[in-house]
C-alpha cells in the first residue's frame, strides 16, 4: 500500500471516447504529479500542481485535460486520444517543503487506445 | 537543466552475483537523490535516498552514496536475488524549499536475476 490509489487500474477506450483517471492520496501532501511511462522512453512529467494550483504542463497535448479540485485528489480527463497515447499513466504526489521530499506513486493506470 | 544518465540496461546476473548500476547527474544547487524501483505491472517505489554529498542511503540490501566529485549516486548490492528482478530508476530533486520540486528521472535500467 503506497498511499496513493489510482483507478481503474486498466483502461481501454476508442479514440472518440472521452473517460477520466482518478488518483487520490491520503499522505497529506500538498504537490501531485501526472507521469507518462511509454515502452523504452523516459518517464515524461506531463502536469504538476501544488496546493491545488497547475504549476507546471509540460507541453502535453490539449486532448489531456488536468483537474485537481483538492490537495487530495487528481483527474486526468482523456477526449479524443491518439493509440500513441498508449502507455502507463503514473500519478504521484509529494510534499513540498523542499527537494528532500521522495514522491509517492500509485500502481498506474494502463491505457490502451483503440 | 537537470538531467540524470543511467547505465542502459538489460542487466543480467545469477543469483548472489555484485550488482552495480551506474547514475550519473547534472543540476544546478544540492539536488537530492533518489533510487525507485518499479516490479512488473506496478508503480515505481522509493528504494532509498540521499540528500546531501557524502550521504549514504541504503535499504533491503542496497546501497548508492551521494557522490559530488564526480556528481554520482551509483546503486549497489553485494548479492542479489531472484526477486531483484525489476526496472530501476535515478531521479534527483532539486530546489530549495518549495521551489523547482519535480523529480528528474533516468532512462531506467532493467535488472534480471536468474538462478
Known amino acids: 500500500e503506497t498511499g496513493v490509489t489510482q483507478t481503474p487500474r486498466h483502461l481501454v477506450m476508442g479514440m472518440t471516447n472521452k473517460k477520466s483517471l482518478k488518483c487520490e492520496q491520503h499522505l497529506g501532501h500538498n504537490a501531485m504529479y501526472w507521469y507518462k511511462q511509454s515502452a523504452k522512453k523516459p518517464l515524461e512529467l506531463m502536469f504538476v500542481?501544488?496546493?491545488?494550483?497547475?504549476?507546471e504542463n509540460n507541453s502535453v497535448p490539449s486532448r489531456f485535460s488536468p483537474e485537481c479540485p483538492n490537495s487530495s485528489h487528481l483527474f486526468l480527463h482523456l477526449h479524443t486520444l491518439q493509440p500513441e497515447d498508449s502507455a502507463l499513466y503514473l500519478c504521484a504526489s509529494s510534499g513540498w517543503t523542499g527537494g528532500s521530499d521522495e514522491a509517492f506513486f500509485g500502481q498506474g493506470t494502463r491505457l490502451t487506445v483503440v | 537543466g537537470d538531467s540524470v544518465t543511467q547505465m542502459e540496461g538489460p542487466v543480467t546476473l545469477s543469483e548472489e552475483a555484485f550488482l552495480t548500476i551506474n547514475c550519473t547527474y547534472t543540476?544546478?544547487?544540492?539536488?537530492?537523490l533518489f533510487w525507485y524501483v518499479q516490479y512488473p505491472g506496478e508503480g515505481l517505489q522509493l528504494l532509498l535516498k540521499a540528500t546531501k554529498a557524502d550521504d549514504k542511503g541504503s535499504n533491503k540490501g542496497f546501497e548508492a552514496t551521494y557522490r559530488k566529485e564526480t556528481t554520482s549516486f551509483h546503486l549497489e548490492k553485494g548479492s542479489v536475488q531472484v526477486s531483484d528482478s525489476a526496472v530501476y530508476f535515478c531521479?534527483?530533486?532539486?530546489?530549495?524549499?518549495?521551489?523547482?520540486?519535480?523529480?528528474?528521472f533516468g532512462t531506467g535500467t532493467r535488472l534480471q536475476v536468474t538462478l
Open positions: 543540476a544546478t544547487g544540492y539536488p537530492s
Open positions: 531521479a534527483l530533486r532539486g530546489g530549495r524549499g518549495g521551489t523547482a520540486s519535480k523529480l528528474t
Open positions: 500542481y501544488n496546493f491545488k494550483e497547475q504549476t
